[in-house]
């Protein structure tokens, strides 16, 4: 690549997207949410993020962190993978799916699709959530890695665990 055209090329994790940056970017938000640190992961967002999780509407950083904080206060042990599912120029949509349980340790598997769009400088500005529940048995669970922290490299991803 030349000098010229590594210069116009946008950066990694900014606008616009090609299929590698939104497949880093996805990989970014998904190590990101497997800290559980409310604080770090709001730093992705814009200030003013506007969000749709389930039947919640909410905007801001400070929204989100308190979100967060209720969410992994319930949602224990949680571990997330995210797979890219199409992307456009300033938009990223995902499919997920997570494990957790709750204080009587029932364990869930939540499936979801998100909607992302981004600003000019790379922050989310907004994010659109559905997510169901399936109650599962703790012997069902798939994602075993120590928690919290990042899915190890060679853990199978979504596709290649048939979800």
């Given at each position: 690549m030349s000098d010229t055209a590594a210069a116009s090329a946008p950066a990694p994790n900014k606008p616009p997207f090609s299929h590698a940056s939104a497949v880093a970017k996805v990989r970014m938000?998904?190590?990101?949410?497997?800290?559980?640190?409310?604080?770090?992961?709001?730093?992705?967002?814009?200030e003013d993020s506007q969000w749709r999780n389930r039947a919640e509407f909410f905007g801001g950083r400070p929204a989100?962190?308190?979100?967060?904080?209720?969410?992994?206060?319930?949602?224990?042990?949680?571990?997330?993978?995210?797979?890219?599912?199409?992307?456009?120029?300033h938009r990223i949509a995902v499919r997920f799916a997570y494990e957790w349980h709750d204080d009587s340790n029932q364990w869930f598997r939540s499936y979801g699709n998100e909607n992302w769009e981004?600003?000019?400088?790379?922050?989310?500005?907004?994010?659109?959530?559905s997510i169901n529940?399936?109650?599962?048995?703790?012997?069902?669970?798939s994602y075993?890695?120590?928690?919290?922290?990042?899915?190890?490299?060679?853990?199978p991803g979504l596709s290649e665990l048939g979800l």
């Open positions: 938000a998904e190590d990101a949410w497997n800290t559980r640190d409310p604080q770090r992961v709001s730093l992705a967002y814009s989100i962190v308190e979100f967060l904080r209720r969410k992994w206060s319930r949602e224990l042990d949680y571990r997330l993978i995210k797979e890219l599912w199409a992307f456009g120029e981004f600003d000019a400088s790379g922050l989310m500005r907004r994010r659109h959530a529940d399936l109650p599962i048995s703790e012997a069902d669970r075993r890695w120590p928690a919290p922290g990042p899915r190890p490299q060679d853990h």
